[in-house]
């Protein structure tokens, strides 16, 4: 079965330093996608960063970017260059292409971020 | 893009009232997902439309769940006889064609049962 695990219920970094939060899965497929969502308070899911498995390189939005170590099924989300509004819960999610060709997630507990400035 | 529209964003009611929640998902994307999400845990999958159709309902989604999507646009999530244990947020999501295409989320309808 899929899963999604996410080790750091929470996290603090100083503004502008750059912080790592951790995802690792576990899957059968060789097919997959991995995402990253934010939800600050307001309870809103917003999307950050996709990385698809056959993908060469890792993925890349901005200030975002995935490291993606395939053979750990790993893909830890950076965030460089911390702001205090990125102070919110960030949830690690994967799809399998498989799935009846929609995308079903399976999110992980999420990690709970907070900038301190 | 207007983004998903969840309504309404808190619910209370008592237990074993039903209620009723709308979601108005972004125009052009034919998906719509619900999820749910309890206190400090990720979303859980409820339940796929595909336009009108419904194509896959979690085991989550009990027979006092019905989810509809009437003409392939807006989509409604009625739970019957509620019960504490329903208390939640209900996240609806909508998508285009599948690949990369990410899922956009509504603000979420909060449901307090007491």
């Known amino acids: 079965a899929q899963k999604i695990t996410q080790t750091q219920p929470g996290m603090f970094v100083q503004e502008k330093e750059a912080v790592t939060l951790d995802c690792t899965y576990d899957?059968?497929?060789?097919?997959?996608?991995l995402f990253w969502y934010k939800q600050p308070s307001s309870g809103e899911m917003i999307f950050l960063i996709y990385?698809?498995?056959?993908?060469?390189q890792n993925a890349t939005e901005g200030r975002y970017s995935l490291n993606f170590q395939k053979a750990r099924k790993s893909a830890n989300l950076v965030i460089s260059a911390s702001q205090l509004g990125d102070s919110a819960m960030y949830f690690c999610?994967?799809?399998?292409?498989?799935?009846?060709?929609?995308?079903?997630?399976?999110f992980g507990a999420g990690t709970r971020l907070a900038v301190h400035p | 893009d207007t983004g998903v529209s969840q309504n309404p964003r808190h619910k209370i009611t008592k237990r074993g009232q039903n209620v009723t929640f709308r979601c108005d998902p972004i125009?052009?994307?034919?998906?719509l997902y619900w999820y749910r999400q309890t206190l400090g845990q990720g979303p859980e999958f409820l339940t796929y439309?595909?336009?009108?159709?419904?194509?896959?309902k979690s085991r989550l989604l009990s027979d006092r769940f019905s989810a509809e999507r009437p003409k392939g646009s807006f989509s409604t999530l009625e739970i019957q006889r509620t019960e504490q244990g329903d208390s939640a947020m209900y996240l609806c999501?909508?998508?285009?064609?599948?690949?990369?295409?990410?899922?956009?989320f509504g603000n979420g309808t909060r449901l307090t049962v007491t």
């Open positions: 999501a909508s998508s285009r064609a599948p690949g990369d295409s990410p899922l956009h």
């Open positions: 999610a994967m799809r399998e292409l498989e799935s009846g060709g929609y995308n079903k997630l399976i």
């Open positions: 439309f595909q336009n009108e159709a419904q194509l896959e």
């Open positions: 125009s052009e994307h034919n998906r």
């Open positions: 990385q698809g498995s056959y993908d060469q």
């Open positions: 899957t059968s497929d060789p097919s997959y996608g």
